[in-house]
């Protein structure tokens, strides 16, 4: 493969030059774009190669010289306007933005609104439509730093920063298809290449990307930390394929199209998702529900049986709910108290599926320092962020989000204290493996590396012993 690193930098709404189109190479976008060729396909289906763009700076990056190329359908269609239905005049889209500079030429960001998932469908059929004649991935082709790193993907120590900094932003849709390979999903199931593709850059796009933590990046960690319990002995030899099929899936969709916001402030501020779920499990139910609506879209799985897939995937993603977590570590110990959870029984099978989701959900603080201190800051910055808006609207701010009285250090100290530190002990209890004591380890260590003044006295203490 031959690297042309010489071309100028172009904004992606300016005419590409004649002299670029005279180099053997097809236009290749970032995202959605890259399955389906550039924005004139028909002078550019006989090239060889393609143009690389950032999606990001709208940017051309490099000239790929690769193998044929095919015409592969149209561009992407335009955004639908949508308006916000929350009682407070709030935009999710742009509730983390941070202003600057626009660039000239570039397109405002004003002018961008999310379209719901049945809006979706009215513009995007050209994702459903198998275009006639051979058909290649282009961004199939990994560079070498992203190669070394996935054949790494099962290390615990995997740093999913550094991985989506080598991806440019696509980390979510290149370890997933790759894990697909790896776990032989995609030739088991006779998954459709491109639709898998197609159906994870649909899922990447509909992440909020300027959430600090709820974001596709956190979907890659999570997708990343389920690979690595799917492989611990107890699951990896008493699961089903379809089993690790839908976990992979209830792993990359399991906050989709989250706002930043958590279930009390959608209810207090009167959210039309509140209404419709009423008020229960509303965040989790409306990633579940996206999740079907994206399935459905890319035509993924409409080639297999009809059977109850669509419930199992939302009892994996309703599992993830915070608020409910007493209720499944209850009835998981309870099981291991009483020593007859069996791996053959399918109903325990699924619980342990719910637990695992659960696990790779709220890892962070198990992770090393280096990558977990990161994490801390991403999300104790989106609850302030939520402390911001309900000040700004006289609201009452929500616990854990006034930046006034809380640290990251207060925030993390009772997370892992109430949540974390009693749901991974039982996991242990359960997989008494090398990975889970590791785990217990990095959860117990990583406070000292926060403020030693601001962890309350009790957690201090539990440490020490």
Not at 165 to 194: E, K, W
């Amino acid at each position: 493969m031959e690297v042309c690193s010489q071309l100028p930098v172009l904004p992606l709404d300016r005419p590409v030059p004649q002299h670029v189109l005279r180099r053997r190479g097809a236009i290749s976008l970032g995202t959605s774009s890259a399955l389906f060729g550039g924005p004139s396909p028909r002078q550019l289906c006989k090239r060889r190669g393609g143009v690389s763009y950032n999606s990001a700076d709208q940017a051309v990056l490099y000239l790929h010289l690769l193998g044929d190329v095919k015409q592969r359908g149209p561009g992407p269609s335009e955004p639908v306007r949508g308006a916000p239905h929350s009682h407070v005049k709030v935009d999710y889209q742009r509730f983390h933005c941070h202003q600057g500079p626009v660039r000239p030429g570039a397109r405002g960001l004003k002018s961008h609104r999310r379209r719901l998932s049945f809006q979706r469908g009215l513009k995007s059929r050209h994702l459903r439509q198998r275009p006639s004649g051979p058909q290649h991935l282009l961004d199939q082709v990994y560079n070498c730093q992203v190669k070394c790193m996935l054949d790494k993907v099962d290390s615990w120590d995997f740093d999913i920063f550094m991985f989506d900094r080598a991806t440019n932003g696509n980390g979510l849709v290149t370890l997933t298809f790759h894990l697909f390979l790896q776990l032989g999903l995609t030739r088991l199931f006779r998954l459709d290449p491109i639709k898998l593709r197609s159906f994870l850059v649909m899922v990447q796009a509909d992440y909020h990307q300027r959430n600090p933590y709820h974001n596709s990046l956190h979907a890659t960690d999570v997708t990343q930390a389920m690979y690595c319990f799917l492989r611990q002995p107890k699951l990896a030899t008493t699961l089903s394929s379809c089993d690790m099929l839908l976990a992979l899936v209830a792993a990359v969709t399991h906050d989709l199209d989250h706002p930043g916001v958590n279930q009390g402030f959608l209810v207090r501020t009167g959210h039309h998702l509140a209404a419709l779920y009423k008020n229960s499990s509303v965040l989790e139910s409306h990633h579940w529900r996206c999740a079907v609506s994206l399935l459905r879209e890319s035509g993924l799985l409409d080639h297999l049986p009809i059977t109850d897939r669509s419930e199992r995937l939302g009892s994996l993603i309703l599992a993830t709910d915070i608020s409910q977590q007493n209720r499944y570590l209850a009835r998981f110990r309870e099981h291991l108290d009483r020593e007859d959870l069996s791996m053959a029984d399918p109903s325990h099978r699924h619980l342990v599926l719910q637990i695992t989701m659960k696990c790779a959900d709220i890892c962070n603080p198990c992770r090393v320092w280096r990558l977990s201190s990161q994490w801390s800051s991403r999300v104790t910055a989106e609850f302030f962020h939520q402390g911001d808006v309900e000040k700004k609207h006289g609201m009452a701010v929500s616990p854990l989000c006034d930046r006034l009285s809380d640290s990251t250090a207060h925030i993390q100290a009772g997370f892992i204290r109430h949540v974390v530190e009693p749901l991974f002990r039982e996991w242990c209890r359960f997989s008494c493996t090398s990975l889970s004591h590791r785990m217990l380890a990095h959860l117990y260590r990583n406070p000292y590396h926060l403020h030693r003044r601001d962890l309350p006295a009790s957690l201090d203490h539990s440490l020490q012993i």
